[in-house]
């Protein structure tokens, strides 16, 4: 007793199988190259800083070789070390402590990626950062000392 019902089936698709392999090897024709494909030329990264409202407010232009798209670093080289990272082809960024920053600006073009390392110097701690925002709430510029505003009052908590 057979349990293969249709015997032929096999071979039908054996057979299928070569045709389809003659044509494809003799019809498709071979990949080649209509011209030569190149990315473009790598991005030189540059920029410039321009000096913001005073000395502690700096603006970071872009002045890349090619289009492409910016990526900044921002670290300080003294204590408190900070690090920013922000994006686009200008940066505004305000510095509120003195001391010497390092500003790296790593630019993603269509031929590749470049960066390029440049320090700045901020020369006095931003006399206004203590008037609002967050050191004016838990701070004092003139002092080491963390006060915490009861009842419109400043109590001092603790000296560093």
Do not use: E
């Not at 089936?9 to 030569?36: N, T």
């Not at 921002?74 to 509120?96: F, H, Y």
């Amino acid at each position: 007793m057979s349990f293969n019902k249709f015997p032929h089936i096999p071979r039908i698709y054996s057979i299928a199988f070569c045709v389809m392999l003659v044509v494809a090897v003799c019809w498709i024709p071979g990949c080649k190259p209509d011209s030569p494909l190149t990315l473009g030329p790598r991005p030189k990264a540059d920029f410039a800083v321009v000096n913001g409202a005073d000395a502690n407010h700096v603006i970071f232009v872009n002045h890349s070789s090619t289009t492409s798209i910016p990526y900044w670093i921002v670290t300080s080289t003294v204590p408190p070390v900070t690090t920013q990272k922000l994006q686009g082809d200008s940066a505004k960024l305000d510095l509120i402590f003195m001391g010497t920053y390092n500003v790296t600006l790593t630019v993603a073009g269509q031929g590749g990626l470049d960066s390029v390392t440049k320090s700045i110097t901020i020369d006095q701690n931003d006399p206004t950062a203590c008037q609002s925002g967050p050191l004016a709430f838990i701070g004092c510029c003139t002092q080491k000392t963390w006060r915490l505003n009861i009842g419109g009052q400043r109590q001092p908590l603790a000296k560093k």
